[in-house]
């Protein structure tokens, strides 16, 4: 799976040669993945 950070916009980088693996940039985006599931995946009341 690949999980991709948009925040700031789309165009995010842009033009950016700058190709350095951004720890905090990636926990954030499957952090985001994370709640929206988990919000959509709730287990229903008995």
């Given at each position: 799976?690949?999980?991709?950070?948009?925040e700031g916009g789309d165009m995010k980088g842009y033009k950016d040669d700058h190709e350095v693996i951004d720890r905090a940039e990636s926990v954030r985006a499957v952090e985001t993945i994370g709640e929206l599931y988990g919000r959509r995946f709730r287990p229903r009341a008995a």
């Open positions: 799976m690949m999980v991709q950070a948009v």
